[in-house]
């Protein structure tokens, strides 16, 4: 199986700041990533696609970057609304797996 | 629009089955896989499991293989999470979602199914 390991597991950060948040995945996957937000008590949205590609909807703020088994998601100007939990999700090779999960508070 | 609509919430004693449900609309159902995911208290998002309604080609976490059935009835749109025996250890949040439009990952996701197993 990949395993996907996400970093930092948490991080506490203010409005207006530029997040980054990565996943490494245990072998190549190409830009076989997906990354989705959970805010408290919903349901998880996905934000990144393709590894790059913008959700439709999904604020510019948002960018996702990578290849192989290397990936960064970026927030560039951190909002009151993104305080949540981000997951990566490789879907290279069955079985799928998830990073374990960013949790993202209010500094 | 895509729609996954999902059974209500469930509670249960352990050894009880059960089978949570997820219907699709809005798409043509045979031709996108549908998976499920597990979500227990307070944790993380795991991939359990997911299906091609339109063969059943369906493929299983190893951690789930054996502990649950997923399956899909086309004629009525709809995928199926089952269980033969709970066990405590199933309480949780359980979400289907869709594969993307042009890719493989979960891009439309239902409204999740608490499942409760208490004694």
């Known amino acids: 199986d990949i395993q996907m390991t996400q970093s930092p597991s948490a991080m506490s950060a203010s409005v207006g700041d530029r997040v980054t948040i990565t996943c490494r995945a245990s072998?190549?996957?190409?830009?076989?990533l997906a990354w989705f937000q959970q805010r408290p008590g919903k349901v998880p949205e996905r934000l990144i696609y393709?590894?790059?590609s913008l959700e439709s909807g999904v604020p510019s703020r948002f960018s996702g970057s990578g290849s192989g088994t290397e990936f960064t998601l970026t927030i560039s100007s951190l909002q009151p609304e993104d305080f949540a939990t981000y997951y990566c999700l490789q879907h290279k090779s069955y079985p799928h797996t998830f990073g374990q999960g960013t949790k993202v508070e209010i500094k | 629009e895509v729609q996954l609509v999902q059974s209500g919430a469930e509670v249960k004693k352990p050894g009880e089955s059960l089978t949570v449900s997820c219907k699709g609309s809005?798409?043509?159902?045979?031709?996108?896989?549908i998976g499920w995911v597990r979500q227990m208290p307070g944790k993380g998002l795991e991939w359990m499991g997911i299906?091609?309604?339109?063969?059943?080609?369906?493929r299983y976490s190893p951690s789930f293989q054996g502990q649950v059935t997923i399956s899909a009835d086309k004629s009525i749109d709809t995928a199926y999470l089952q269980w033969s025996s709970l066990k405590a250890s199933d309480t949780a949040m359980y979400y289907c979602a869709r594969q993307g439009d042009y890719t493989t990952d979960l891009g439309y996701w239902g409204q999740g199914t608490l499942v409760t197993v208490s004694s």
């Open positions: 299906i091609y309604p339109g063969d059943s080609d369906t």
């Open positions: 072998q190549g996957i190409s830009n076989f």
């Open positions: 393709a590894s790059s």
């Open positions: 809005g798409y043509s159902f045979t031709n996108y896989w």
